[in-house]
Every structure is written in structure tokens, then in C-alpha cells.
């Protein structure tokens, strides 16, 4: 027999980021929630996140496979 009301209850909250944008979404937390970033001024998902390739990292990588691959 399946145990009964062992599940939080599942609330329509409000979440407020600190650039201004807010949206509704559905939590087990009760109230709302503040937040520093989100989705909206994130740089992953806003396309300005820059990638940087300190001291050459990828060449460096594949200098050191060629070698295993010339090797074979």
C-alpha cells in the first residue's frame, strides 16, 4: 500500500532577480525568492561570455596527441 501525503506540497512561487527581471515557476520553497542572476543577465545564456585560452591550452593539448598519434 502506497504511503500517503509523504510529498511536499508543490507551490506557484515568484522569483525576483537583482537586474530587475522576474517570472513565476513552481517550488516546494514557501514565498518568494530572490536572486542575484538568472537566465536573463547571465552571460552563459546571454551570448557574452567570452572564453579565453590562456597560455595556449588547446594547442598545447593537441601538440602532445600528435605525438601519441604519430606514435601509432
Known sequence: MPKQNIHPNYNEIHVKCACGNDFTTRSTHRGDIHVEI????H???TGKQKLIDTAGRVERFR?????VEAAK
Open 38 to 41: 538568472c537566465s536573463a543577465c
Open 43 to 45: 552571460p552563459f545564456f
Open 63 to 67: 601538440r602532445k596527441y600528435a605525438k
